[in-house]
């Protein structure tokens, strides 16, 4: 069970795990053990998470999101399987957690008339200055 907030928790079944090959440091032994790890989570069909949670996960831009909505999270930072384990499962966790956090709605406001003002004065300000700056084709 992985437990992301006192509501929702995730049992094992919901995740897959495969383990690859690691790429870095590691001498010759890097060639043969399988220390990084690919771990899936079905984001679209897990009913662990509640909907309000999964649309905004899957509403998100996120490159480890695949089309069928699988979230596909790569850990190969440390040169153990085990902590790269819990690396990919601390992740997952996180950014269920940023999706628990509901956005505040924008209120659309409208510019005060001092900054509508200020604003405009600065536009003829500088097509002033702009002006000088050209030559004056009718005396020539």
């Known amino acids: 069970m992985l437990t992301v907030s006192r509501s929702i928790v995730l049992p094992e079944t919901e995740l897959t795990e495969r383990f690859l090959r ?31 949670v ?32 819990e690396d990919a499962r601390e992740r997952l966790v996180e950014i269920i957690r940023s999706a628990l956090i509901v956005p505040k709605a924008r209120i659309a406001t409208k510019p005060t008339r001092g900054s509508q003002e200020r604003r405009l004065a ?19």
């Open 54 to 85: 999964r649309e905004r996960l899957l509403a998100r831009r996120d490159r480890r999101l695949t089309d069928d909505g699988v979230l596909v999270i790569q850990a190969r930072r440390f040169r153990d399987q085990g902590r790269n384990r």
């Open 122 to 140: 600065g536009k003829q300000q500088r097509g002033k200055i702009k002006q000088t700056r050209s030559r004056d084709w009718s005396r020539e």
């Open 22 to 52: 690691a790429d870095g440091p590691g001498g010759q032994h890097v060639n043969r053990t399988e220390s990084a790890v690919e771990l899936r989570f079905d984001v679209a069909h897990s009913p662990s998470l509640p909907d309000p």
